[in-house]
């Protein structure tokens, strides 16, 4: 079964460089999570959309902004990196706002 | 204070032997209650899911139990392999949205 696909898997940067993390949902998902994991850390939920509106915010930077775009597909991009936002960058979807998240396999960002 | 508790933060057990791990949750009101594994750098996969009625489920060699009671799971491995190396987080859902715990990260060693 297709599950959920996050591009890139890997990405380094540097302070004050932006990045571009993409989250494909599961055909027929309409609802996309990002969450924000850091080394040793549980998962820090970031932002939800549901039918490419924004459901739910949660600890995100305003450096970060995020939308899905008319395929359901998320991005969530980032400006002005600092260190502390090193992580494992993961989405998850769902088939709307009360159903079980799948999980992708996460993006690991470093910045340097 | 998080409203999702998970202990031990870490185990060592050698390969074959049999682990419990323990969640206490404060979240309400609640839906259910999933168990991930997590390995290095992937993202969770989930295990099992209770709802408030179920107090045990099995997914091959792991078997979770539910006490809603006293808003406690525990997550129990049998004849542990390498592979279950990973670390093992629980989420409670209120609604739609989810609570994690801080997770548990389990070494099995041969």
């Known amino acids: 079964a297709a599950g959920v696909i996050q591009s890139p898997r890997h990405l380094i940067k540097e302070k004050r460089e932006t990045a571009t993390l993409k989250c494909y949902p599961i055909?027929?998902?309409?609802?996309v999570y990002w969450y924000q994991q850091g080394p040793g850390q549980d998962p820090q939920f970031l932002i939800s959309f549901y039918e490419k509106m924004q459901s739910d915010k949660g600890s995100i930077p305003d450096r970060f902004s995020a939308q899905q775009f008319s395929d359901y597909h998320s991005e969530l991009n980032m400006s002005s990196l600092e260190l502390g936002d090193s992580a494992l960058y993961f989405c998850?979807?769902?088939?709307?706002?009360?159903?079980?998240?799948?999980f992708g396999p996460g993006t690991r960002l470093t910045v340097t | 204070k998080n409203q999702v508790e998970q202990s031990p933060q870490s185990l060592i057990i050698l390969e074959g032997k049999n682990c419990t791990l323990q969640c206490n949750y404060t979240v309400s009101p609640f839906s259910n209650l999933r168990w991930y594994k997590q390995d290095t750098g992937r993202g969770p996969v989930s295990l099992t899911i209770?709802?408030?009625?179920?107090n045990t489920k099995s997914n091959g060699r792991y078997t979770a139990t539910l006490d809603a009671d006293t808003k406690q799971s525990s997550l129990h491995i049998t004849a542990s392999q390498l592979s279950d190396s990973a670390s093992y987080i629980c989420?409670?859902?209120?609604?739609?949205?989810?609570?994690f715990g801080a997770g548990t990260t389990v070494t099995v060693r041969a």
């Open positions: 209770m709802t408030f009625s179920e």
């Open positions: 989420v409670v859902r209120n609604d739609y949205k989810l609570s």
């Open positions: 055909p027929r998902h309409d609802t």
């Open positions: 998850a979807s769902s088939k709307g706002l009360v159903y079980e998240q799948y």
